[in-house]
């Protein structure tokens, strides 16, 4: 099956289970995540890119929770996997890189989601992301500035050029920006 083929049947599979995900984490994300990803290959990589495994990863970046809590789900997702012309071997190899493609990525395709995933974390589109999902979870500024500055900030390393040239530049951005927001939260307090 040709790359666009795997990368269109994955979204028509995966969009539905997005629905009920908060705007950080909606059907739009993965749309925003295959934008960058593609940013990041046409930048250049030094590595052959498996397209189907790179779909697979983009689409169900957000459902790994979901695929390892509901049995259903995940039988159902296997069964489409299959129906596609995947074995149950590369199934299996699926699963294991996108448990760890977040966290601790291994393969290209793995390293390119998750630049994909953090850089959309940082800069002003990050903050206006995180401060949208802070207020509907109920948190305070400074809880969310403290998450920011301890989670994401501090301990996220991208893996691709594009990836670390892109997120450092955000970063300074988002980092100034929490350094004139503390300012202003002091001057209220005093």
């Known amino acids: ?3 666009d083929n795997y990368l269109e049947s994955f979204k028509n599979y995966v969009k539905e ?23 990041i290959i046409d ?12 779909a697979f990863l983009q689409c ?11 049995s259903e789900f995940k039988r159902n997702t296997i069964d489409f996997l299959l129906g596609l012309g995947l074995s149950g071997e590369k199934i299996t190899i699926y699963f294991e890189c996108l448990k760890r ?6 393969r290209i395709e793995e390293k390119i989601v998750h630049d994909s995933n953090f850089i959309e974390a940082v800069g002003s589109y990050g903050l206006a992301r995180a401060f949208n999902s802070a207020g509907t979870r109920g ?11 301890t989670h994401y900030y501090n301990t996220i390393e991208c893996k691709t050029q594009f990836g670390r040239i892109v997120y450092n530049a955000r970063k300074k951005f988002a980092e100034d ?11 209220y307090k005093e």
């Open 43 to 54: 930048y250049g990589v030094d590595e052959n890119i498996d397209f189907c495994l790179l």
């Open 60 to 70: 169900f970046h957000g459902l790994n929770r979901k695929l390892a809590t509901d």
């Open 177 to 187: 920006f929490l350094i004139l927001l503390k300012k202003e939260i002091d001057w």
């Open 1 to 3: 099956m040709p790359k």
């Open 139 to 149: 948190q305070t500024i400074e809880e969310i500035i403290d998450i920011l500055e």
């Open 101 to 106: 493609h977040c966290k601790s990525p291994q």
């Open 17 to 39: 289970h997005y629905t009920s995900k908060d705007a950080a984490h909606n059907f739009e994300h993965i749309e925003r995540i295959i934008s960058t990803s593609k940013k």
